[in-house]
């Protein structure tokens, strides 16, 4: 529905106005890392100062949540990457009875609140008396994580032309080198897209992972507790302002890695 | 003849047998951890709880549904599904323009800053959105601030001194609660209805107007209808992800509690798994109603 005619100013006012109200509480946080005020969230801050990052950079907690949360996401992320593309092989070359239903199950852990979520994969580790630990955290990342892999590699399998394959088959080349030399380099991009988002989203989930985490803290577990129970604001607001600026990469790869497709990553979050 | 070769072989003459293989570990990864964790809570909802040990009797029963419609269980269901409802028709407010605008009149570069303008929000940390909300409604935080300034500071008193919905500050109200859920589940509204915005015929809209139709009338019976579809997608988003959450109303909002945080502190402190269970299959149910109904309105005739 393209139009040339200018748009009018009430709506480029809203529209303005809409994406200032999604922008500026972000901007605030990369201004709150540098206040000199430790008891308060006053505006404006009385000075502005560096000392913060030199004492998060100093503190052990941050270290070990951060690292913690690497690892869980690192590992969910690989998992999903399996899952989701092998799902999304079998849903894109193959029409067969049942799936509708294989879709619905891969969106479903994204679908549903994360709480039924969290909680149903709680009671399930306490009926099988699973302890809580960096296992358990993963599992529930990796169930979620893989419904982001399998929308950008659907959307690129199905660019993918058939004949293409069989033309790898009628040159000689048997299953697995077709999978490593036609389609692998052609749904790469669109994998590695998908990674990163998984990566950007297991990176930042905290509903579902303080019903499977037991002792240890990701990142965001650490900044709800500090949410929740604030020790330090100054490093807060620090942390804040990396974890914002970490998340960016990913996603800003995502898109330009997909930016010319059809399916633009990260649409259906 | 070698192992990949003999595979290959097969594969091709039994397109099942590759099909088979391909499902296999997603379907055994998902309905075992997946669909087995929710069996689970299901089956934990119809367990209940021994009033004098505090021990889980594992007998099924109705007992523990039965106590959701115990007032103050009751009053959380309600003041949630209010609370998602408000929200969701908020987001399609504040949505509806951008979308708009960015199907109708964004070209080249106006259109990847407007792309990159909703992912970036979108896709931000969850708690750091929380947290910066908690920032500006702070009692001396930035609104403060801005409307001392602006000298309309009786406007914000009288806005916290409004029954039920005020507070003694907005990071304690339930304006407060509303205003982040918004901020943090809107921008999974823009992208469902820009992408239903354009897969309208600009032809359709010239049409209408040359039948005689005004700019508002062309609205209403045109454009709007056909993005429905895309405004009940996106609803489905924002409606589902506030019945669920439990961290927002905690950490801004009054002390009454939600759906989310009902369940949280049921298995958490109070220990009562199956109450918990139960709380949790109420969104279930919600969104189940929910979606059975945006379909009975036809909404996903036009997908």
Redesign the interface.
Known sequence: ???DA??PLS??L??TG??L???L??L??FL?AFTTEER?????PPGLTLQWFAVTWNRPDVWQALGLSVKVATVSTV?AL???T??A??VS??R?FGRET?SL??I??I???????G??????F??ADIPYSTLTII?GH??FC?VVVYNNAVARFRRLSGGMIEAS?DLGA????TFRHVILPNIGTALMAGGM?AF?LSF?E??VT??TAGQQQTL?IW??EE??RPRQRPV?NVV?MV??LA??LP??GA?YLT?DGAE?A???? | MSIAATLSDRFWRQPRLLLALLLVPPLLWLGVIYIGSLLALLLQSFFSIDEFSGLIKYQLTLKTYGELFRPSNYDIIIRTTVMAALVTLASIAIAFPIAYYAARYAKGRMKVLFYVGVMLPLWSSYLVKVYAWKLILAKEGIITWAMTGLHLQWLLDAVLALPVIGGNSLSVSYIGTFIVFVYVWMPFMILPIQASLERVPATLIEASGDLGAEPGQTFRHVVFPLALPGIVAGSIFTFSLTLGDYIIPQIIGSSRLFIGQAVYAQQGTAGNVPLAAAFAVVPVLIMCLYLWGARRMGAFDAL
């Open positions: 529905m393209r139009s200018p748009a709506l480029r809203a529209a809409g994406l109200f999604l922008h509480p972000i605030l946080i709150y308060s969230y006053q505006f404006p998992l399996i899952l989701g092998l799902t092989a079998a070359r193959a067969f294989v199950l891969v479903l852990p679908a549903l609140p994360g709480i039924v979520t909680i149903a994969l709680r009671s399930a306490n009926l599992l990796a169930t893989i088959y048997n299953a697995f080198q988002l950007a930042d905290v509903i303080t019903f965001p900044m709800l949410l929740v807060t804040a974890v914002v998340t960016f996603i800003l898109y930016r633009t990260g649409g259906g979050k």
